[in-house]
């Protein structure tokens, strides 16, 4: 069994400045963050691209009461890539307090915050971050 982009290579490539994923050669669809198989076909025929780190806002919420080891308050919200899939990130550069309804439907680039192990986690990690365009 052959992971085509394993979490350890998606991590290194965003902490590089490329936003990778998976793009199926039967139906064509794209796959982030990286799976074994196809999420629209479930096929494991996939080569890995470079995508674009642009989409927009589909919903957010603001986070008051955040997990152990978080700081609140922060913003989670649910991108549309222009390719298609949704992923989960933070946007930042943003007051969670001046967070509206306003938000939905704006474009985003996206980039990378490391994010710090808790006792819950395997380590260090890696989050999608969001920064508004224009």
């Known amino acids: 069994m052959e992971y085509k982009l ?7 490539a965003l902490m590089s400045g490329k936003f990778c994923g998976l793009k199926c050669n039967k139906c064509g ?7 074994k198989v196809c999420m629209e076909c479930s096929s494991e025929d996939m080569d890995v691209v470079e995508l674009s780190a642009r989409g927009e806002i589909k919903t957010y919420t603001v986070i ?3 997990p152990e080891g978080f700081d609140a308050p922060y913003i989670v919200s649910m991108v549309e890539l ?11 550069d943003l007051d969670p307090d001046k967070a509206s309804m306003e ?14 192990g808790d006792k819950f986690s395997a380590g260090d990690g890696v989050a999608l971050a969001f920064k508004l365009e224009g």
Do not use: Q
């Open 6 to 12: 394993t979490y350890s290579k998606y991590k290194e």
């Open 29 to 35: 669809g794209y796959t982030v963050p990286p799976k």
């Open 64 to 66: 008051r009461v955040p």
């Open 82 to 92: 222009d390719e298609g899939p949704w992923v989960m990130g933070n946007i930042v």
């Open 103 to 116: 938000l939905i439907g704006k474009r985003v680039s996206i980039g990378h915050k490391a994010v710090k």
